[in-house]
């Protein structure tokens, strides 16, 4: 069996975070790719846009570590301060089993 290529492994990993929070009953919608898109995520930063009944939240999908620091920065300048409005990012382990992911960072709306 030949090793999964980058690409598809974050595909996967944003189809199990789909999964995970249309669970949690927020509706999901994941970035479209095109190999002519300047940006592959939205703004620059998220990999879903996750719409709640009292919150919206922008997510950012990783696999087996965290955000680096400029990408940090950035998300922390990123967007209104309101309650309604949360960051967070989630990190998948390569053969971790489940929708759930191992790590799931929720950031203070008026910050990190």
């Not at 290529?5 to 999964?19: H, L, M, S, T």
């Not at 703004?43 to 009944?53: A, H, P, S």
């Not at 965290?66 to 053969?95: L, T």
């Amino acid at each position: 069996m030949s090793p999964i290529n980058a690409y598809a492994k974050g595909g996967r990993n944003q189809r199990r975070a789909k999964r995970y929070y249309e669970s949690e009953g927020y509706e999901v919608e994941i970035v479209r790719y095109s190999k002519w898109a300047k940006n592959k995520d939205y703004f620059g930063l998220w990999d879903l846009i996750v719409v709640g009944e009292h919150d919206i939240r922008f997510v950012q999908v990783k696999t087996n570590a965290k955000p680096n620091k400029e990408w940090m920065e950035k998300a922390e300048k990123w967007g209104p301060k309101k309650s309604w409005c949360i960051k967070e990012y989630i990190v998948y382990r390569d053969y971790w089993k489940g929708d759930s992911p191992t790590v799931r960072v929720t950031f203070s709306p008026t910050g990190f």
